[in-house]
T-cell receptor, first 114, second 117 residues
Framework: AQSVTQLGSHVSVSEGALVLLRCNYS??????LFWYVQYPNQGLQLLLK??????LVKGINGFEAEFKKSETSFHLTKPSAHMRDAAEYFC????????????FGKGTSLLVTP | GAGVSQSPSNKVTEKGKDVELRCDPI?????LYWYRQSLGQGLEFLIY????????KSGLPSDRFSAERTGGSVSTLTIQRTQQEDSAVYLC???????????????FGAGSRLTVL
């Protein structure tokens, strides 16, 4: 089954600093990849998705992610963190030859300090 | 509806009791998913319904867990003889089947928080 590994369960950045959340996938065939965000006491919201149309994917709230086949990675970045970005971030994968359910990573909690 | 609706939002029960959690997906979405979110464990896939096809039950952790989807819309997740390790947030999601593109986007509800005492 397809899986993703998120490196770092907690990441802390200063307001205005670069945000980098890491995600690596396991698949011999490029899968479909997603980043979701979960704000406190809310459900998950889609940030962005990779479908093979373009390796650099732009999402909502200034986030983007780059698909790198050579590194089997799909890291999430944002040039300048805001306090409102503090949340839990989940990377997810769906294999191209598997069912429609997504397999999620364990999540990375982003803390933004003033 | 406008979004995925789940009820109850919070449920406290005693060990050994049965519980039912309800999910009302977005109107027109043919696919429905249940996930479990435990502290530090991310999201664990439980079960997936697609139209009239047999559900994918591969993620259900034990035979105490079951789910049904009536009329292709509302779904109920039932946990029998609850155990303390069942305490978690149960998330429901729905999606359109994206066909050839494959990258169907799941829309999640706010979840049902289950606490087993």
């Amino acid at each position: 089954a397809q899986s993703v590994t998120q490196l770092g369960s907690h990441v802390s950045v200063s307001e205005g600093a670069l945000v980098l959340l890491r995600c690596n996938y396991s698949s011999s065939v490029p899968p479909y990849l997603f980043w979701y965000v979960q704000y406190p006491n809310q459900g998950l919201q889609l940030l962005l998705k990779y479908t093979s149309a373009a390796t650099l994917v732009k999402g909502i709230n200034g986030f983007e992610a780059e698909f790198k086949k050579s590194e089997t990675s799909f890291h999430l970045t944002k040039p300048s963190a805001h306090m409102r970005d503090a949340a839990e971030y989940f990377c997810a994968v769906r294999g191209r030859d598997s069912g429609y359910a997504l397999n999620f990573g364990k999540g990375t909690s982003l803390l933004v300090t003033p | 509806g406008a979004g995925v609706s789940q009820s109850p939002s919070n449920k406290v029960t005693e060990k050994g009791k049965d519980v039912e959690l309800r999910c009302d997906p977005i109107s027109g979405h043919t696919a429905l998913y249940w996930y479990r979110q435990s502290l530090g464990q991310g999201l664990e896939f439980l079960i997936y319904f697609q139209g009239n096809s047999a559900p994918d039950k591969s993620g259900l952790p034990s035979d105490r867990f079951s789910a049904e989807r009536t009329g292709g819309s509302v779904s109920t997740l039932t946990i029998q003889r609850t155990q303390q390790e069942d305490s978690a947030v149960y998330l429901c999601a729905s999606s359109l089947l994206a066909g050839g593109s494959g990258a169907n986007v799941l829309t999640f509800g706010a979840g049902s928080r289950l606490t087993v005492l």
